[in-house]
C-alpha cells in the first residue's frame, strides 16, 4: 500500500526559531501534497497545496512567508514554521495524492509541535 | 461551497452496541465520499470510501452508504469493540472543484466501554 511519512514525529522549540518538517512518499510518487493544521479536538485544516516544482497555493488567512513549503521532488515536500511562536503549537500532518485514477489522500503520521 | 456536517461527539457506546455517526454533504459536483479513523496520537487512515451514489464502502464491520437523495453517507458498525475508539472524520473529495481538495467534517469522537 501507499505510505506516507512524517519527520520528525514530536519537535518542541524555543520561541524564534525556526523547525522543518519533512513529508515523504515511500512508495509512490506524488505530485502533489497537502498540509494540514489540526487544533485539540478540531477537525483537519488544510493549510497550502504543495505542487512539485511549483509554489504551493495557500489557503486564506494562512501566511505563506511564515509557513514556507517547498516540494523539491515527487517523493517529498517540507513546511517551515519560521520564527515559531507559541500559538503554532499544534499537529500538522501532510497528505499525498496518488495520480492513479483514484481520488484517494495517504496521510502522514502527523507532527506534534511544541513551541515555548 | 463544498461542506460536510458531522455529527457532534463525543460519543460513549458500550462494547457491542451499535454505531452511527451522521455525516451529510454539500457539493458543486458528484464527489467522492470518506471515512477516515485517527487513534490517538496518530495520523488519518482511510477506512472507507464510496465513489457514487448507491456505491456502500465497507472495512473492519464499518459500513457507509452513499445516499446522493439525501446527500448523506452515515457511517454504522453493528457491533463496536473496545478498540474502535477514535476519531471519526466524514471527507468529500470533489472533482468539479479540481485540485484534488479534500473537504472534512469536525470529527466525533468515539470511546467504547468495556
Known amino acids: 500500500g501507499a505510505v506516507v511519512s512524517q519527520h520528525p514525529s514530536r519537535v518542541i522549540c524555543k520561541s524564534g526559531t525556526s523547525v522543518k518538517i519533512e513529508c515523504r512518499s515511500l512508495d509512490f510518487q506524488a505530485t502533489t501534497m497537502f498540509w494540514y493544521r489540526q487544533f485539540p479536538k478540531q477537525s483537519l485544516m488544510l493549510m497550502a497545496t504543495s505542487n512539485e516544482g511549483s509554489k504551493a497555493t495557500y489557503e486564506q488567512g494562512v501566511e505563506k512567508d511564515k509557513f514556507l513549503i517547498n516540494h523539491a521532488s515527487l517523493t517529498l515536500s517540507t513546511l517551515t514554521v519560521t520564527s515559531a511562536h507559541p500559538e503554532d503549537s499544534s499537529f500538522y500532518i501532510c497528505?499525498?495524492?496518488?495520480?492513479?485514477?483514484?481520488?484517494?489522500?495517504?496521510f502522514g503520521p502527523g507532527t506534534r509541535l511544541t513551541v515555548t | 461551497g463544498d461542506s460536510v456536517t458531522q455529527m457532534e461527539g463525543p460519543v460513549t457506546l458500550s462494547e457491542e452496541a451499535f454505531l452511527t455517526i451522521n455525516c451529510t454533504y454539500t457539493a458543486t459536483g458528484y464527489p467522492s465520499l470518506f471515512w477516515y479513523v485517527q487513534y490517538p496520537g496518530e495520523g488519518l487512515q482511510l477506512l472507507l470510501k464510496?465513489?457514487?451514489?448507491?456505491d456502500k464502502g465497507s472495512n473492519k464491520g464499518f459500513e457507509a452508504t452513499y445516499r446522493k437523495e439525501t446527500t448523506s453517507f452515515h457511517l454504522e458498525k453493528g457491533s463496536v469493540q473496545v478498540s474502535d475508539s477514535a476519531v471519526y472524520f466524514c471527507?468529500?473529495?470533489?472533482?468539479?472543484?479540481?485540485?484534488?481538495?479534500?473537504?472534512f467534517g469536525t470529527g466525533t469522537s468515539l470511546t467504547v466501554i468495556p
Open positions: 464510496a465513489t457514487k451514489a448507491d
Open positions: 471527507a468529500l473529495s470533489d472533482p468539479f472543484i479540481g485540485g484534488n481538495q479534500f473537504y
Open positions: 497528505s499525498a495524492y496518488r495520480d492513479t485514477g483514484s481520488d484517494e489522500q495517504y
